[in-house]
Nanobody, 117 residues
Framework: QVQLEESGGGSVEAGGSMRLACTASMGFESINFRTLAWYRQAPGKQRELVASITRDGVTNYASAVKGRFAISRTSAMTTSFLQMNSLKPEDTGVYYC?????????WGHGTQVTVSS
């Protein structure tokens, strides 16, 4: 069974930085993920895509984080990282990692990121 585990959340002041990581534990399975992504959900809002990266290294960012956040991954596509700089209070939320290959989609349990002003 595939499990995703996020790490690196916490609290930071506005203008600070934080790095999230997501690692897949696949047990006896081996899934050749095509896309790794990070989503976030702020209180009272829908979950939204923050950033994604494909096996080919193509990245995509939400306009709200472009230029401040950077997504990267290991070559094996089993770990993704989200480097978050110049954090703003509106970046506060639960951050979820996501790994996908076609109809196979896996989610982490989420990690809280709180940015204080």
């Amino acid at each position: 069974q595939v499990q995703l585990e996020e790490s690196g959340g916490g609290s930071v002041e506005a203008g600070g930085s934080m790095r999230l990581a997501c690692t897949a534990s696949m047990g006896f399975e081996s899934i050749n993920f095509r896309t790794l992504a990070w989503y976030r959900q702020a209180p009272g809002k829908q979950r939204e895509l923050v950033a994604s990266i494909t096996r080919d290294g193509v990245t995509n960012y939400a306009s709200a984080v472009k230029g401040r956040f950077a997504i990267s991954r290991t070559s094996a596509m089993t770990t993704s990282f989200l480097q978050m700089n110049s954090l703003k209070p509106e970046d506060t939320g639960v951050y979820y990692c996501n790994m996908a290959r076609g109809s196979l989609v896996y989610w982490g349990h989420g990690t809280q990121v709180t940015v204080s002003s």
